[in-house]
T-cell receptor
C-alpha cells in the first residue's frame, strides 16, 4: 500500500510570486506520481504526471514538479502564480504495476492567491 | 460528449429513498472508479472496476451498491442512506489500473 503526505493544508501566496506545494509519499513498490487541481464545485483535473524518465515533469498552466526518489518527494512548483490558480491541489501515487488500490491521494493543499 | 460525465450533478434525498448515480466515460478506458469526497476528509476510494470486474471494495457500507454493465458505464445505487453520507461523489476512469485517472464533475449528494 502507498501513502501520501501533503504537510501544508493551506498556502497563501501573493500574485506573481513563486510557489511550491510539498508532497511526500511512502511505498514499498515502484510508483507513478500525479498532481491534480480541483476548482470549486468541479471534479479533479490532471496537472501533470511522472511515470518514468526525466525527473522534472512539466504540466499544464505553467506548473512543474520534480521527482526525488531518495527523498520520496514530488513537490509542485510554479514560478509566478495568478489569481486563477486559487484552488485545491492534490498529490497522488499509484502502484506502477497496476495494483487494485487505484490512486492514493493526499489530503490536499488549498492554494490562496492574494492580490 | 467527451471525457467523463456524471448525472445528476445535484441530488437531495431522504433516508428512505432509493436513487442511482450514473457515470459514463467516452475515453475507451478499461478501469472505472467511485470516490467519496467529504469536507475536511481526504478522497476515499469506494469501488474499482477493471474490465467490468470489481477488483476493490474498501469496506463500503452495503447501502452503496455499484454496478458496471459495460466498460463505459458505472452506476452507484443508493438506498437507506444516512446524513453522514452527504458528500461529493466522483467517478473516474483510466486506461488501466495504476495510470492517471480522468474525473467527472461529481454528484453533490445531500441526505436529509
Amino acid at each position: 500500500a502507498q501513502s501520501v503526505t501533503q504537510l501544508d493544508s493551506q498556502v497563501p501566496v501573493f500574485e506573481e510570486a513563486p510557489v511550491e506545494l510539498r508532497c511526500n509519499y511512502s511505498s514499498s513498490v515502484s510508483v507513478y506520481l500525479f498532481w491534480y487541481v480541483q476548482y470549486p464545485n468541479q471534479g479533479l483535473q490532471l496537472l501533470l504526471k511522472y511515470l518514468s524518465g526525466s525527473t522534472l515533469v512539466k504540466g499544464i498552466n505553467g506548473f512543474e514538479a520534480e521527482f526525488n526518489k531518495s527523498q520520496t518527494s514530488f513537490h509542485l512548483r510554479k514560478p509566478s502564480v495568478h489569481i486563477s490558480d486559487t484552488a485545491e491541489y492534490f498529490c497522488a501515487v499509484s502502484d506502477s504495476g497496476g495494483g487494485a488500490d487505484g490512486l492514493t491521494f493526499g489530503k490536499g493543499t488549498h492554494l490562496i492567491i492574494q492580490p | 460528449e467527451t471525457g467523463v460525465t456524471q448525472t445528476p450533478r445535484h441530488l437531495v434525498m431522504g433516508m428512505t429513498n432509493k436513487k442511482s448515480l450514473k457515470c459514463e466515460q467516452h475515453l475507451g478506458h478499461n478501469a472505472m472508479y467511485w470516490y467519496k469526497q467529504s469536507a475536511k476528509k481526504p478522497l476515499e476510494l469506494m469501488f474499482v472496476y477493471s474490465l467490468e470486474e470489481r477488483v476493490e471494495n474498501n469496506s463500503v457500507p452495503s447501502r452503496f451498491s455499484p454496478e458496471c454493465p459495460n466498460s463505459s458505464h458505472l452506476f452507484l445505487h443508493l438506498h437507506t442512506l444516512q446524513p453522514e453520507d452527504s458528500a461529493l461523489y466522483l467517478c473516474a476512469s483510466s486506461q488501466r489500473l495504476g495510470l492517471e485517472q480522468f474525473f467527472g464533475p461529481g454528484t453533490r449528494l445531500t441526505v436529509l
